[in-house]
C-alpha cells in the first residue's frame, strides 16, 4: 500500500481538511489548521506532502512522523507543527481503517468507556455569562469554561480587578457547586496582574485557571502557583513534546492542554500525555475546531489514563444543526449524554465525511481572521 495522492479543503468557519488516498482506495482525513492562518499551513502541507510522504507506505506512522519533524533544519513551531498534525491524524485514520479498529484500539486500548466534555460560554455582560452557564448545565454539561476578562492593561485598578471576580462568582452561585468551572485568562493577563486576581478566585472553587501567562512567559508559572491554591493549566499554544519538558521540569502547571491539531497530532499527543503522567499531571485536550479535530483528540481522550476532560468547539449532538454537522455523514456518532461523550468505534478516527458537502463548501471565498484589539490609547491588545 502507497500513499498516491491528497487534497486540501479549506471550509467555513474556519477550518482545513485533508483527504490522503492510497493505492488500495483506502481514506483517510485530518485537519491540519492555524485559525487565521489556514494558506500558510496549507502550503507547509503541500511541502511535506510533495517532497517526502507521497508513494510512502502510510503504516509506518511513526517513523514518518520522525521524518516530517527532523527532516527540516528547522523545526517546530505552530505552522509545521499543525501541518504534520493533520498528516499524522489522516495516517491513524487509514491504519484504523485498514485494520478494522478504531485508532484508541490501535493505541493500547481504551482505559474508560465514555469522556467528559466541557463547553466554553460566550457573552461579555456578567448576566449574559450567567445565563448561558445556567443553560449549558441544563442541558447536561458537568463542566464549563469561561472567559475572565477581553483586553486588559499590564496593571488595572480595584474596580476592574472586582469585574473579573464578580463575573466568576456569579456563574459559581448560578451553577452551584457539583459544576466544574474553568476560568480563561487566555494570557490576556499580565503577570503582575494573574498574582492579584487569582488568589481572589479561590473562594470560588474553580477547576483551574487556563493559561494564567503567555506561552512566552511560562518560566513564571510556578511563583504564580505559589501564590494560590488555585490550579493552573496552559498548553494550547505549545506544539511539541520538547515545548512541554522545560514546563514539567519547572512545575506549577497541574492540567496542559495539548491541541491535536496543533501539538503533532495524535503520536504526539499520546507522548504528551505521558510525559504529562510521569509528573502527576492531568490532560485536558484543547480543540475548539472541527470534527475531524475532535474525533482525533477523543481517540487519545479514549486511552489516556490522565484525563480529565475533552475540550470541543461546536454543538455536539442532540444540539440544534451545528457548522460541524453540515460535514458528517452521521453527527450523532457525537452523541451528548450527561455530561459525556460516547466513545467512537468505528475504524479509525471513528466519523464518516460527506466528502460531496466538503467539495461544495470549500468553493466559498472565505477569509478568516482573529480581530486585532486595541486598548484605549491605541496599543494593541492580547486577542
Not at 482545513?16 to 487565521?36: A, M, Q
Not at 499590564?154 to 459559581?172: F, G, W
Amino acid at each position: 500500500m502507497k500513499i498516491v495522492d491528497y487534497e486540501l479543503f479549506q471550509v467555513p468557519p474556519r477550518w482545513l481538511f485533508l483527504k490522503l488516498e492510497t493505492s488500495d482506495g483506502l481514506i483517510g482525513w485530518g485537519e491540519p489548521i492555524v485559525e487565521g492562518r489556514a494558506e500558510t499551513v496549507r502550503t507547509a502541507v503541500d511541502e511535506v506532502m510533495d517532497s517526502y510522504l507521497l508513494g510512502k507506505d502510510p503504516h509506518r506512522i511513526e517513523e514518518h512522523w520522525q521524518a516530517m519533524y527532523r527532516g527540516c533544519f528547522y523545526r517546530g513551531g505552530p505552522v509545521l507543527m499543525s501541518a504534520i498534525a493533520g498528516i499524522d491524524q489522516a495516517l491513524w485514520d487509514l491504519k484504523g481503517r485498514a485494520f478494522g479498529a478504531p485508532v484508541y484500539e490501535l493505541l493500547g486500548g481504551k482505559t474508560r468507556d465514555k469522556i467528559r466534555v466541557y463547553q466554553w460560554i460566550g457573552g461579555d455582560r456578567t448576566d449574559e455569562v450567567g445565563t448561558e452557564a445556567e443553560q449549558l448545565c441544563d442541558v447536561g454539561y458537568t463542566a464549563l469554561k469561561m472567559d475572565a476578562a477581553n483586553q486588559m492593561r499590564h496593571l488595572e485598578p480595584p474596580a476592574v480587578v472586582d469585574e473579573v471576580v464578580s463575573r466568576v462568582e456569579h456563574v459559581r452561585e448560578t451553577v452551584g457547586p457539583s459544576i466544574d468551572v474553568v476560568v480563561d485568562f487566555r494570557g490576556r493577563i499580565s503577570k503582575s496582574l494573574a498574582k492579584r486576581i487569582a488568589p481572589k478566585l479561590e473562594p470560588f472553587d474553580i477547576a483551574f485557571i487556563e493559561e494564567p501567562v503567555l506561552p512566552e512567559n511560562l518560566e513564571y508559572l510556578p511563583t504564580l502557583a505559589s501564590q494560590t491554591t488555585v490550579p493552573l493549566a496552559t498548553g494550547e499554544r505549545l506544539y511539541s513534546r520538547w515545548d512541554f519538558k522545560p514546563l514539567f521540569e519547572r512545575g506549577g502547571v497541574d492540567v496542559v492542554q495539548p491541541d491535536v491539531s496543533h501539538a503533532g497530532g495524535i503520536s504526539e499527543m499520546v507522548r504528551i500525555a505521558n510525559m504529562a503522567e510521569a509528573h502527576d499531571v492531568a490532560v485536558a485536550p484543547n480543540c475548539p475546531l472541527g470534527p475531524i479535530a475532535l474525533a482525533a483528540s477523543l481517540q487519545v481522550s479514549a486511552t489516556v489514563p490522565n484525563l480529565l476532560f475533552q475540550d470541543h468547539g461546536f454543538d455536539i449532538y442532540p444540539a440544534p444543526k451545528s457548522a460541524a454537522d453540515n460535514y458528517l455523514d452521521d453527527a450523532s456518532v457525537f452523541e451528548f449524554i450527561d455530561g459525556y461523550l460516547d466513545l467512537l468505534d468505528e475504524p479509525g478516527l471513528g466519523i464518516g465525511i460527506d466528502e460531496e458537502a466538503v467539495r461544495e463548501r470549500s468553493q466559498r471565498n472565505l477569509n478568516w481572521h482573529n480581530q486585532v484589539w486595541r486598548q484605549e490609547d491605541g496599543s494593541i491588545a492580547e486577542w
